[in-house]
């Protein structure tokens, strides 16, 4: 089955600065990859997701990059606020059409001081 | 739109008590909804994907006879924890998928005296 790894497990950056987070994937088939944003006790959010037939999205200060061929994606984060503090899942999946599971990464708890 | 709830946010029971937990996607029809646990400062490992009208489909290591899952129609699925341990005490969380997004309840805090 599909594995997720997830690095690095903690990230403190001063607010604006820009935070990276970074995920390797094993199946090569998957084609689906979401990030999910929880805060403390809530449930997770998906900010952005990415499919395996582009490189990059964009979506105003988060953007996600995907390299198929290394099977690695990022998150980054620019301008980062206090309110950006959370922990970040990334998640991947084979989506066929029909009903298809997250693997989801261990998680970067994402620290943003002032 | 895509609006997940669960019942309920939290729930205290006894040792050997059965507990169900109600998960409702509110403004899409969903015929996937998977369920999940969350130990803290963990990750979320799926437990099952429950599919309407047919037998949820279990995870390796999940026992089917102690987490029921009934998705009896396209906007609720419900999981029962029967005869709880402490050990079931967790975070437990729903998604229902819409196209190709899962959306996520807000989750049920369950704990087992």
């Known amino acids: 089955g599909e594995n997720v790894e997830q690095h690095p497990s903690t990230l403190s950056v001063q607010e604006g600065d820009s935070a990276v987070i970074k995920c390797t994937y094993s199946?090569?088939?998957?084609?689906?990859f979401p990030w999910y944003k929880q805060e403390l006790g809530k449930r997770p959010q998906l900010i952005i997701d990415i499919r395996s037939n582009v490189g990059e999205k964009k979506d105003q200060r988060i953007a996600v990059t995907l390299n198929k061929t290394a099977k690695h994606f990022s998150l980054h984060i620019t301008e980062t606020q206090p309110e950006d503090s959370a922990v970040y899942f990334c998640a991947a999946s084979l989506e066929t059409g029909t009903a298809s599971k997250l693997t989801f990464g261990t998680g970067t708890r994402l620290q943003v001081t002032l | 739109g895509a609006v997940v709830s669960q019942h309920p946010s939290w729930v205290i029971c006894k040792s050997g008590t059965s507990v169900k937990i109600e998960c409702r996607s509110l403004?899409?029809?969903?015929?996937?909804m998977f369920w999940y646990r969350q130990f803290p400062k963990q990750s979320l490992m799926l437990m099952a994907t429950s599919n309407e009208g047919s037998k949820a489909t279990y995870e390796q290591g999940v026992e089917k006879d102690k987490f029921l899952i009934n998705h009896a129609s396209l906007t609720l699925s419900t999981l029962t924890v029967t005869s709880a341990h402490p050990e079931d005490s967790s975070f437990y969380i729903c998604s229902a998928r819409r196209a190709l997004e899962q959306y996520f309840g807000p989750g049920t805090r369950l704990t087992v005296t």
């Open positions: 403004d899409f029809q969903a015929t996937t």
């Open positions: 199946d090569s088939a998957s084609n689906y």
